[in-house]
């Protein structure tokens, strides 16, 4: 497992950093969540915003080994169990935090047959826990008993379903990404049936937030209204997205959604490990189920019309 103090920080490395704007939008997407419709920023607000996004300075090293959810809005109160902690750690960003990654995996790979939701979730973080990799939450403004006010986690159910209603578009993302998409179709095949198995069921993220705080866990409470007009997906192992520097240059105006392709892949891992007789096909299908999840959350909370960065290292220059 990852932990923060095996980052290479030195200049030569964070030179090596690219940022690119990969595509205007994703295309699809029923959310409320538009940049398009964001009339109040100003063309400079968006030039300052996007000139950080296309520099090495859109990351900041982690230095917590658990992970959070990739809302972009700002930290409040920070809970460890019933304590409450002053300084809030830059952990990495996956939505829904860890445990409905490991949830999303679970799905994919067809071992939540007959389990209801929130039995599912809890058999996620069970294996999460055995494995020994730290996950995270958070909950927001407008929880209430029934919802957390973390829209990963609130829409499951719908975020779920719409792995199939979206899988000609996800499977065109992953695609377009790079990676390899050999097992995606029984993937998203299984998404449909689990989430046609579900719709009736009742279902709390509230229940599901507040069990985690209950493990111990780090949630950290955010404060104020939705602002994300850009996604970013990070593949630079040990960084995540400085989504404080986008609210500090913008003056609160925009937030960016922010999500570490890197630690998807660590967990697919650490999850589905070899030794417990799991093979590079399920680790692969795990990691596809993730993305799958990632990226029909973003379709659900957003119109689809957000722009997508995407942060890599490029390869080392050899000597001929």
Not at 53 to 78: F, H, K, M, N, Q
Not at 94 to 100: E, L, T
Not at 185 to 202: K, L, M, N, S, T
Not at 206 to 218: C, Y
Request: hydrophobic share 35%; net charge negative; with cysteine.
């Amino acid at each position: 497992m990852f932990m923060p103090n095996e980052i290479d920080l030195n200049p030569e490395t964070l030179r090596r950093v690219s940022s690119l704007r990969i595509t205007d939008g994703l295309g699809f997407g029923e959310g409320g969540i538009s940049h398009t419709e964001r009339k109040d920023v100003t063309p400079e607000i968006l030039a300052r915003v996007e000139n950080l996004l296309t520099s090495p300075d859109i990351l900041i090293p982690v230095d917590a080994d658990d992970d959070g959810c990739g809302d972009g809005r700002e930290v409040g109160v920070i809970y460890e169990g019933d304590e409450i902690r002053k300084h809030s750690l830059n952990r990495s960003k996956v939505f829904g935090g860890g445990a409905m990654m490991s949830a999303a995996a679970r799905i994919g790979l067809g071992h939540a047959k007959g389990e209801n939701l929130h039995q599912t979730i809890d058999e996620a973080k069970s294996l999460l826990i055995d494995r020994g990799l730290p996950y995270g939450a958070h909950t927001g403004p407008h929880a209430n008993e029934e919802k957390s006010d973390c829209g990963a986690i609130d829409n499951a159910p719908i975020i779920v379903s719409n792995v199939e209603k979206y899988r000609n578009e996800i499977a065109g993302t992953i695609t377009a990404l790079g990676i390899d998409t050999t097992g995606l179709d029984e993937v998203i095949d299984a998404f449909g049936e689990y989430g046609e198995a579900i719709q009736e069921q009742d279902y709390s993220g509230a229940k599901v937030v507040e069990g985690i705080r209950r493990e111990g866990r780090v949630v950290k409470a955010l404060k104020a209204e939705h602002l994300e007009m850009y996604i970013v997906l990070n593949n630079v192992r040990g960084m995540t997205i400085n989504q404080e520097k986008v609210r500090e240059i913008s003056g609160g105006m925009v937030q960016v959604f922010g999500v570490d392709i890197w630690r998807m892949q660590e967990q697919a891992g650490f999850v589905y490990p070899e030794d417990k007789g799991f093979s590079d096909a399920d680790r692969h299908e795990a990691f596809l189920s993730e993305l799958s999840y990632t990226l029909s959350t973003a379709a659900t909370l957003t119109k689809g019309d957000l722009p997508v960065y995407m942060v890599s290292s490029q390869p080392e220059l050899i000597a001929a």
